[in-house]
Structures are given as C-alpha cells and as structure tokens.
C-alpha cells in the first residue's frame, strides 16, 4: 500500500451506484443506513456526494449536500479501514468543503471526530443520541388531532412545515424522504388539527429494524400520536431507533417512557452562522447523514 494516497487520489461526484459503496462501509460501521436512502439523498443534490479513488478503487467518501443558497450538510465522511492515516482523509475532507465555500456547514459528528471537527471551525451546539428499542409501546391518542397516512396531495403542506424545523429549503429531498409510491420501505404519517399540518413522521426499513425520522410536531401529545401512528404496522417487538436533539427533554421522556434505551450518540455542530431551530418540537432528527 501507498504510504501517501493523497498523492495519487482523484476526489469526484460519485454516482448513486458508485456511492453504494460508502453506504455499505456507513453499514459497517454501525450506522444501519435505510434500505432505500440513497435515492432520496441524491435527489437533494446529485453533486454533493463525493469519493476518492486509487485507479478504480474507491477509498474515501463524504457528502456535502447544498440546500437553498445558503446552507449545506456534512455527512459520510469515511475512509476505507486499510486507507487510513496515508492522507486521503484529508483531501476528501477538503474537496467537500470547497464544494460548501461561502455556506454555512452542519454535521452530526461521532465523538472521537468531534475535536478535529472543531479545529476545522465547527461549533459544538447540542448532542443528539439515538434511542433504540422494540416496539410494542402503546401510545395516546388525541381528540380533535387527524391522523393519516401522507399522499400525493399532501406534500406540499409537509414541504411548507417541513421548513420551519431546517435552515434551508430542502423541498426536493423531502418530497423524495416522504414518496408514497415508497410504501413498501417506508411511511410517512401526517398529523392535521383545523386543516392545518401540526406535525409529521416518517418510519422506515434499516438493514436492522426501523428508523423513525423525522419526527416533528407542535407538542409531545402529537409527537406521542404521531409515534404510535407509524409503528401501527410495524410488527411487535421489532427494533425501532429514533435519533432525539438532547435540548428538547420531552422528547427524551417520551422516547424513555415507550422503553426506548441510548445506543449511539452524536454532536450537532455547525460551521458558520448557527441557524435558530425549534428543537423543542423537534422529536426526532431525519437523518444523522444529511440533516
């Protein structure tokens, strides 16, 4: 092996096929990616995903995805296991972040990537932890609050809510994360009071049990509803994972009240302009890989 691979390495937009690859080595990691992510996430931007190759072999990855004119988010940043400490983590780091210039940057970052995170200029704003557990929770229900399975015609009114709860516009990405042609990995339930959205969730297959996400609501009695809502159909005692900003602490009660327990943990951080979200109706975070 090449001492230095950053010598030799070409950095470029991978393909979604191409991009797999990282995928797979997220998966090894522990991360448990959702079985049908990847053509969400390259919706947001087709552009941001990148990876280094040696010749054919690719051996570093990391997304940069851009959303609106202003903001851009952080995530896969992974060097192959025997491609480590030669340099090419670097390059790929850097390649990402001119693709984000003049943007303000988020990551969920891993513990022991958070110091070299703030050496790059990152802030350490709040820790999120992934509470996982089996379902088979019973949840209240709300007079007066719809709930429904989310349709064509309702996508436009959860672009619009979804906005409040990210710094950006993100609307292609999210009419990709809640497609109902998708029913078969995943389910988006939205919750309507007086014709208005007061909240929504997302459930979805993982290469282990399901992901929740996001989970966004006006209060903890919708959040609650919105949770037994989309698991009604997922069967009893599978795993569940549900990824909570640690500011908001109903969110923390209400994860630990359905038996839910911490197993992964991470750092919203943020380069740039620290953007002003409503985490105490923020239940649950879409996705540690792009925001």
């Not at 340099?87 to 990537?113: C, E, F, K, S």
Request: one cysteine or more; aromatic letters at 10%.
């Amino acid at each position: 092996m090449n001492s230095r691979d950053d010598e030799d390495l070409v950095v470029r937009p991978a393909t979604a096929e191409e991009f797999a690859t990282a995928v797979q080595w997220a998966a090894d990691e522990g991360w448990n990616p959702g079985l049908d992510d990847l053509a969400a996430f390259f919706r947001a931007d087709p552009l941001g995903f990148l990876m280094g190759w040696k010749g054919s072999t690719p051996i570093s990855s990391i997304s940069v995805v851009r959303y609106g004119s202003q903001f851009g988010f952080l995530g896969f940043y992974i060097v192959h296991p025997d491609h480590r400490g030669t340099g090419a983590g670097i390059a790929t780091w850097n390649a990402g972040m001119d693709y984000l210039a003049g943007r303000t940057v988020g990551l969920d970052g891993v513990p022991d990537q958070q110091d070299n995170y703030a050496v790059s200029g990152f802030t350490y704003v709040h820790p999120s932890v992934r509470y996982t557990g089996p379902t088979g929770f019973d949840c209240q229900t709300l007079s007066g609050i719809e709930l429904r399975e989310l349709g064509a015609a309702d996508i436009d009114d959860v672009q619009n809510y979804d906005r409040r709860f990210f710094p950006d516009a993100r609307d292609a990405f999210i009419r990709a994360w809640v497609d109902p042609t998708m029913a078969e990995t995943r389910r988006s339930t939205l919750a309507v009071a007086n014709g208005n959205v007061v909240g929504f969730a997302t459930i979805r297959k993982c290469r282990t049990g399901y992901k929740i996400g996001p989970l966004f609501a006006d209060d903890t009695a919708i959040a609650e509803s919105l949770l037994g809502a989309v698991c009604a159909d997922v069967p009893s005692g599978s795993e569940i994972s549900l990824d909570v900003p640690l500011p908001n602490q109903n969110a923390v009660q209400l994860a630990e009240r359905i038996g839910l327990k911490p197993s992964f943990e991470t750092a919203r951080m943020y380069r740039g302009d620290i953007p002003d979200l409503p985490l105490e109706r923020m239940f649950g975070i879409t996705t540690f890989e792009l925001g």
